[in-house]
């Protein structure tokens, strides 16, 4: 019988599933047994892997390209034993039961697709301390940055390819990366996604900060204007 399957999670690309299978007795195993594998629509075989000449077997299966499954893979009853294989009770050399009761494993959730490549990360305007909102210059050392990413992933922020911080997204896809310093200059950020089950996203186009003490933004309230009016005669 099987009395346990793996931990339940999600699993991503070349995760190895692996499934014991425990017998009531040691067996000797030849060639390579299989149980067949439900993963999404497709069925797949999981594989003798290790245990002959004791009382478990185990059983593997690497996740490839394609398997993808939102509401938990399936075992078959049984162990398929093709031509020329065998399970036999290493006492006496007798044939083994080779048919179980599957274990639940609705909750093994299999994602294989990376998320999308997210958009480019945004200084905050009230850090942005240029002419407008857009053109990220900034008289600060420490700021505020924030995006849109695909929801409940982890969010890393990194500047020229050093990781900086993470961050959640949230439902929404929103997320938000408070005290990033900043060296004088040109500042390149891109950020990467990391979905529930270890897929990364493609990294993000650039955000460059600049910090610039020189750096002021126009106010309107602060404007005075002075004017004559001559009148010739």
Do not use: M
Request: charged share 15%; glycine share 8%; with cysteine.
């Amino acid at each position: 019988e099987i009395t346990r399957c793996l931990e339940f999670r999600r699993v991503l690309f070349r995760s190895v599933l692996s499934f014991p299978v425990i017998f009531s007795a040691p067996v000797t195993v030849t060639g390579t047994p299989t149980i067949d594998l439900t993963v999404g629509s497709n069925v797949r075989k999981a594989a003798y892997a290790t245990g002959s000449g004791t009382n478990t077997l185990v059983f593997r299966y690497t996740i490839g390209t394609g398997d993808n499954d939102a509401d938990g893979v399936a075992l078959a009853s049984a162990i398929a034993v093709p031509t020329g294989a065998a399970i036999k009770s290493t006492a006496n050399n007798n044939a083994a039961v080779l048919s179980f009761t599957p274990p639940d494993t609705s909750a093994v959730l299999v994602d294989t697709v990376a998320p999308v490549k997210p958009a480019r990360p945004n200084l905050v305007a009230a850090d942005d301390s240029g002419v407008s909102d857009a053109d990220d210059l900034t008289q600060k050392d420490v700021v505020t940055l924030d995006g849109t990413a695909e929801a409940n992933g982890v969010v890393a922020v990194l500047r020229a390819g050093t990781l900086v911080g993470t961050a959640a997204a949230d439902a929404a896809g929103n997320w938000t990366l408070g005290k990033v310093s900043l060296a004088a200059g040109a500042n390149a950020f891109t950020i990467k996604v990391t979905d529930a089950a270890g897929n990364q996203s493609p990294l993000s186009d650039a955000l460059t900060v600049t910090r610039d003490r020189k750096s002021t933004r126009l106010n309107s309230s602060h404007l005075v204007i002075s004017y004559a009016v001559f009148c010739l005669k």
